[in-house]
């Protein structure tokens, strides 16, 4: 299974971004699609996933403020109200037959 993140960047506090991940290579749905970040010197940290049910799961940091939400086998993150302490390169991750797939990484920078 392939990974292909985009829609990073730099935005403003209180601004909103939409990041999108795009599987491949699979040949059945992906169980669960999701997205973890990592902030300069700390780990590597969950955001929110969702399943091909449609069943949901967040940090509390973000909760309320993004969503998650699947199409098929892309997935995507609305990010609102953006704070600095979301800064991170944000991974997007699929957990399928008792596998895990990472995507590249895309870089969300919020900053005046």
């Known amino acids: 299974v392939q990974l292909q993140a985009s829609g990073g960047g730099l935005v403003q506090p209180g601004g909103s971004l939409r990041l999108s991940c795009a599987a491949s290579?699979?040949?059945?749905?992906?169980?669960?699609m999701g997205w973890y970040r990592q902030a300069p010197g700390s780990q590597r940290e969950f955001v929110a996933h969702?399943?091909?049910?449609?069943s949901t799961n967040y940090a509390a940091s973000v909760k309320g403020r993004f969503t998650i939400s699947r199409d098929n086998d892309t997935v995507y993150l609305q990010m609102n109200n953006l704070k600095p302490e979301d800064t991170a390169v944000y991974y997007c991750?699929?957990?399928?037959?008792?596998?895990?797939?990472w995507g590249q990484g895309t870089l969300v920078t919020v900053s005046s």
């Open positions: 991750n699929a957990y399928n037959l008792g596998s895990v797939y």
């Open positions: 969702i399943s091909n049910m449609g």
């Open positions: 290579g699979s040949r059945f749905s992906i169980n669960i």
